[in-house]
């Protein structure tokens, strides 16, 4: 269920008093999120990437197309067999920052120290016993080869495929003498991964798209008059993406073309429009700008010089007449958008985040719950704290007064009132044991609410997830989608909130 986005249209024709209102009462799904203070008046460029950034993609349609196209060329392409036909894909099943182990064909969720909290093998779930046994003695090395990142919304298709690969395998395998069926796991990761970047490589899927754009493309009203808000306040925009010239027509011209008067075609929002730029590599490596001929005579005379093909950051800053830190960059990758932009070319970055939405209506969901948790796990820590001091201070009748003193300070009621201390300490751990059975059932029932294999995107238990700190560290600002932008004035400072470390708080 998504939470519904609450915007007052009627606000929008008064920007000040829209911006007045919305300092006080921006809904949650509508706000910028600050991880690191950013002025928008030392920003002079401001670039977005086209997918999943400007074309939010209608997730379930989006994904199913692009499992299906790559299960076809399984088949076709390496020969498995024709029950993978059977296979559908499974939406539950996949949330971003998870890991392959494509050693074992395991799936992995981890905390920000890269300590593995969940796991399953394929599609069915790891006991804590057997993950522990695999993964709790050390520290996941992501660059070690072994292992693959799932950060992006068009891979979800790639682990459900995979997921359900591994247990097809092995439901072969059974019955076989040795291992043949398990030492195939990273060469089907390998088959899997070939065959989901062929499907977008080949134009597989977006030959579907192009033909049906409104099926799979999520249009937001509201984003042509945020790109001209932003423009009307002498900000150069421009358009970096690595998809090609005709699919980027027929999607940006959907969403952003004939919608304003005053800007009839897309190109007329950009100042500069790079297509195929070949991210991340473009903030890597000095190619020169080429000429794009796809689309030429669909763009008006006037914009053309404005659209490139490749080319590197250099140039495009050269172009825009700007520096490294006075560019804002809006993406969704977070290894190709985000981390590399920031640590190649000083830019600031925005994360566009779709999976936020249904993140934050599960969080105003599981509100109640989740403050009763806390009040039970407080609880807890105090029972258990005052528990090992008195098994410290074991000293006769000082003992036993000091347990039942405790006990009534908690509000713990006892029968016997001249029981000795090892009563009192038993009624105080039989407390702290139903305190935690009760906690157990809470975490469990949050976890389901969010995701009933792997829990909430951006936390793993108690520590932010892989994913969640990945944002944190390389977001200086992120939000669901470009529009909410348009609920801020343009020149903004976005202030990040104060850190605290545990004993600050």
Request: aromatic share 10%; net charge positive.
């Amino acid at each position: 269920m998504k939470m519904q986005r609450k915007r007052k249209r009627s606000h929008r024709k008064n920007p000040v008093g829209r911006w007045l209102q919305h300092q006080v009462d921006v809904e949650p799904i509508d706000r910028i999120y600050v991880n690191r203070s950013l002025r928008m008046d030392s920003i002079a460029a401001v670039g977005f990437d086209m997918d999943h950034t400007l074309a939010i993609y209608k997730s379930k349609p989006f994904e199913t197309l692009a499992f299906e196209k790559a299960q076809q060329k399984l088949m076709v392409k390496w020969g498995y067999p024709k029950s993978v036909e059977d296979l559908k894909y499974d939406k539950d099943f996949v949330i971003r920052g998870l890991v392959v182990d494509k050693r074992l064909g395991n799936i992995l969720k981890m905390d920000k120290h890269r300590y593995v909290s969940i796991a399953s093998h394929g599609t069915r779930p790891l006991s804590d016993e057997v993950r522990k046994q695999i993964y709790s003695n050390r520290r996941i090395r992501l660059s070690s080869g072994n292992y693959s990142v799932i950060d992006t919304l068009f891979s979800l298709p790639e682990i459900s495929l995979y997921a359900q690969m591994v247990d097809l395998i092995d439901k072969i395998a059974e019955g076989e003498k040795g291992q043949r069926g398990r030492k195939e796991y990273r060469r089907l990761y390998e088959h899997v991964r070939d065959c989901v970047d062929e499907a977008h490589a080949d134009d597989s899927i977006k030959k579907v798209i192009i033909k049906n754009p409104l099926q799979y493309t999520d249009i937001d009203p509201d984003l042509p008059q945020t790109l001209q808000q932003i423009r009307a306040h002498r900000k150069r925009l421009f358009l970096l993406t690595n998809s090609e010239p005709i699919y980027t027509d027929v999607i940006m011209s959907k969403l952003l073309s004939n919608k304003l008067r005053r800007l009839p075609h897309w190109t007329d929002y950009f100042d500069a429009v790079v297509l195929q730029a070949g991210k991340p590599d473009f903030f890597t490596h000095r190619l020169a700008f080429q000429p794009v001929n796809d689309i030429k005579n669909r763009v008006p005379i006037k914009n053309r010089r404005r659209i490139f093909i490749g080319g590197s950051v250099q140039e495009l800053q050269k172009f825009l007449k700007v520096r490294g830190d006075q560019v804002l960059y809006f993406g969704d990758h977070t290894y190709g958008d985000i981390l590399s932009s920031k640590h190649s070319s000083g830019w600031r970055t925005a994360m566009i985040i779709q999976d936020l939405e249904e993140g934050l209506a599960k969080v105003e969901q599981t509100t109640s719950m989740r403050k009763k948790l806390l009040s039970l796990e407080r609880r807890k820590d105090r029972l258990v704290g005052w528990r090992d001091f008195l098994e410290r201070s074991k000293e006769g009748q000082l003992g036993r007064k000091l347990a039942e003193a405790i006990l009534s300070r908690l509000n713990i009621s006892t029968q016997e009132k001249r029981g000795g201390l090892e009563y009192h300490l038993g009624v105080l751990q039989k407390e702290i044991l139903s305190l935690e059975e009760q906690i157990e059932g809470l975490e469990s029932d949050l976890h389901m609410a969010f995701n009933p294999h792997w829990g909430p995107i951006f936390k793993a238990g108690r520590e932010n997830s892989h994913f969640g700190a990945q944002v944190h560290s390389f977001a200086c600002i992120y939000t669901s989608r470009v529009s909410n932008f348009l609920n801020y004035p343009v020149n903004k400072y976005f202030e990040a909130p104060h850190e605290y470390l545990p004993h600050e708080q």
